[in-house]
């Protein structure tokens, strides 16, 4: 059986571990995730790119509230990749969350890296919208594994949208963080293609406003908190 390391220190064996000790493994992956003690498996794309135009302090503060949402934005796709992995069934349907979740691990850590250099500070709520994504996650389950795969596809095809927004709105002397963005908006792409090849069923008009109002609420709030 596939037994999948991530960088959270946990080692996820389906068969061989209770429901208690998963319990306590997602309580330390939250743990570890919030407190930023994760490292990303791919190298940051800005690394190589250096900030040789200066921002201006309104533009830095205005870019690092901006990746401020593409961080929480992170913290909840990670809590809710884990949310539908841990109630999903199929065994084939939740390695695909695993996976996703940490390939998302990436986004999370260079959002922050970026975060950090723009002086600014990752969002206060992160924990509320952690526990919120994960229980969003699960009740996903409920729906069967079409509705819950049609759920992540929704989902990243919003993210790509949004992260299209904000590539219009960051400056084009902000070289770093636009090829964060793109890296991140070519990976959730792919996201989306994954689980539409799994068998993602769409969701319904409503469900996608659900979605959409939602994701404006988050981004509004986390733009000052
Ligand atoms: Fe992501
Ligand atoms: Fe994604």
Known sequence: MQTFSNNYGDNINFRKISIFDRIISEIESSLSILSGKV?????????????????????KLFISKLMRINHVGEICAQALYRGQAFACKDKVIRDLFIEASIEEIDHLVWCSQRIME???RTSVLSPFWYVGSFFLGLMANFQGPSINLGFMSETEKQVEIHLEEHLNLIPYTDSKSRAIIMQMQ????????VADRAG?????????????????FMKEITYWL
């Open 39 to 59: 490292e990303s498996n791919r190298s940051n794309p800005s690394i190589n790119i250096s900030d040789k135009y200066l921002l201006s302090d309104e533009e």
């Open 118 to 120: 723009l002086d600014g």
């Open 186 to 193: 070519k990976d959730e792409m792919h996201h989306k293609e």
């Open 200 to 216: 993602a069923d769409e969701l319904s008009n409503v469900s996608k406003a659900i979605m959409r109002i939602m994701a404006r």
